[in-house]
């Protein structure tokens, strides 16, 4: 090929490289787009505080999006909608959250004593006995948080939880691309 030739392609190429980097960003904003179905065995409402509190073995569901804990509380936020939504898990058993970024990605999974799913950031703060699994990368520490459209993460040690054998490091296990999961 000549370069004559490459020039009129590179605003198609350009155009379809944004699309396909802007396409799993677009699978999460849907995600968020979409109702949240809640199901617990009691749940406990205060309209002029904007509190939810649902207890007992709760599983959410937004999109791709699902949480199941022992306690969840939701805030809503000054425009009525979700603000944050606070997970716990019972003792030897923490919560958990999942997400399918896109249909070509792995899910993302984490666990955490507590999880804090931030709405509007669209991030996850996963404290005690944190674990994120993306892909065939996991990073464990008492404290790991993952930004849901820009899949950064940030985890730090700590004092060393009940049955963690973290020792307050950050561990992490990168797989190579191609490699096993």
Wanted: proline share 4%; hydrophobic share 35%.
């Amino acid at each position: 090929m000549t370069p004559r030739r490459l020039i009129p392609t590179l605003p198609a190429a350009t155009a379809l490289l944004a699309m396909l980097l802007a396409g799993p960003v677009l699978a999460l904003e849907s995600d968020a787009q979409q109702p949240i179905h809640i199901s617990a065995d009691q749940l406990t409402i205060d309209d002029q505080a904007g509190t939810a509190v649902y207890t007992g073995t709760v599983h959410v569901e937004q999109g791709s999006l699902k949480l199941d804990a022992q306690r969840v509380e939701l805030q809503r936020g000054a425009n009525g909608g979700l603000s944050t939504m606070r997970a716990t898990g019972t003792s030897g058993q923490r919560a958990y959250i999942e997400q399918q970024p896109s249909p070509q990605e792995s899910l993302v999974r984490g666990w955490g004593d507590t999880l804090i799913y931030h709405a509007g950031e669209r991030r996850v703060e996963m404290l005690g006995n944190a674990e994120l699994h993306r892909g065939g990368d996991t990073f464990t520490g008492a404290y790991v948080e993952y930004f849901l459209d820009s899949r950064q993460v940030n985890a730090r040690g700590g004092q060393q939880s009940q049955g963690s054998e973290a020792g307050g490091r950050v561990n992490m296990t990168l797989t190579p691309e191609g490699g096993s999961n």
